[in-house]
């Protein structure tokens, strides 16, 4: 079948299909609207309960001061950059491997892409994992993390309060 042939039916397709999808896009618009809007509330009430929680959790621990936060970050950049030149330096002597190609057997580069892949999500699951880590503490164990999380969590209030969804409470 030659590409005219294709474009014609692709284009009469389109044609047939475009009047009863544009109907069933205007039917279904309100029952998604509806469904996305209750998951939306839904999702705001569950963060704002998750919220409630960790502060009133991190009431009671301690936060670091300015010394300590130096330390803190100071090991979190050497780490990160010992992780990171670690993989670099496995990868140039991958690289400098698959040079050499010659002499590996056949198949042998292949286990060398997906080596460097491997290497490569494993750092970028570790780096998210650690930038995770650090967020939580940061919350956890600054004044300005848990000035975020309260100011945070009364705009959620907020809104659901004037979505009628929520009875503000009295502080």
């Known amino acids: ?10 284009g009469t397709l389109a044609l047939f299909l475009s009047v009863p999808l544009a109907v069933i896009a205007n039917l279904l618009t309100p029952y998604v ?10 999702r705001m009430k569950n963060r704002l309960d998750k919220l409630t929680k960790q502060l009133e959790s991190f009431k009671g621990t301690w936060t670091f001061t300015g010394p300590e936060w130096a330390i803190y970050m100071t090991v979190i950049r050497t ?12 990868s140039l002597c991958w690289i400098v491997l698959g040079d050499y190609k ?25 780096f998210f994992r650690v930038l995770r880590e650090h967020n939580r503490l940061t919350n956890m ?31």
């Open 79 to 90: 780490v990160g950059t010992l992780i990171f030149g670690w993989h670099v330096l496995w």
């Open 141 to 171: 164990h600054s004044v300005v993390g848990r000035q975020k999380l309260a100011s945070e969590a009364a705009r959620l209030t907020t809104r659901l309060a004037n979505q009628g969804l929520l009875v503000a409470k009295k502080v």
């Open 1 to 10: 079948m030659d590409l005219n042939k294709i474009g014609l039916a692709v």
């Open 102 to 126: 010659t002499f590996l057997p056949h198949d042998y580069h292949y286990h060398l892409h997906a080596t460097l892949a491997c290497g490569y999500f494993f750092n970028l699951f570790l």
């Open 33 to 42: 609207r509806e469904w996305y809007v209750g998951a939306n509330q839904r």
